[in-house]
């Protein structure tokens, strides 16, 4: 069974930085895209930030050159680099991958990771 196990959400002040971390267990089928999302209170889920198997990496706007993405594939691990934080950073941080079984491509979510960014 998938599972994603997200980690190095917390409290940080404004303009400080975290490192997100996902690491995906239970498949030895390949990973294909690996992403962030993010959903603050009352609000929708939101794309943060994507990566695909061969390193391609795509932001939204807000955080471009605030955030990097990155993934290590020998560890099935995706990382979320956030720097120069924001109080409107402040969600709960969702990894997402999608895995491909070679007739089928399944996504999974993880757990979830509260980032709190105060002013």
């Known amino acids: 069974q998938v599972q994603l196990v997200e980690s190095g959400g917390g409290l940080v002040q404004a303009g400080g930085s975290l490192i997100l971390s996902c690491v995906a267990s239970?498949?030895?089928?390949?990973?294909?895209?690996m992403g962030w999302y993010r959903q603050a209170p009352g609000k929708q889920r939101d794309l943060v930030a994507t990566?695909?198997?061969?390193?391609?990496?795509s932001y939204e706007d807000s955080v471009k050159g605030r955030f990097t993405i990155s993934r290590d594939n020998a560890k099935n691990t995706v990382y979320l680099q956030m720097e120069y934080l924001k109080p409107e950073d402040t969600a709960v941080y969702y990894c997402?991958?999608?895995?491909?079984?070679?007739?089928?491509?399944?996504?999974?979510w993880g757990q979830g990771t509260q980032v709190t960014v105060s002013s």
């Open positions: 990566i695909t198997s061969g390193g391609r990496t």
């Open positions: 997402n991958v999608d895995i491909d079984t070679g007739s089928r491509i399944y996504a999974y």
């Open positions: 239970g498949t030895s089928f390949r990973i294909n895209n």
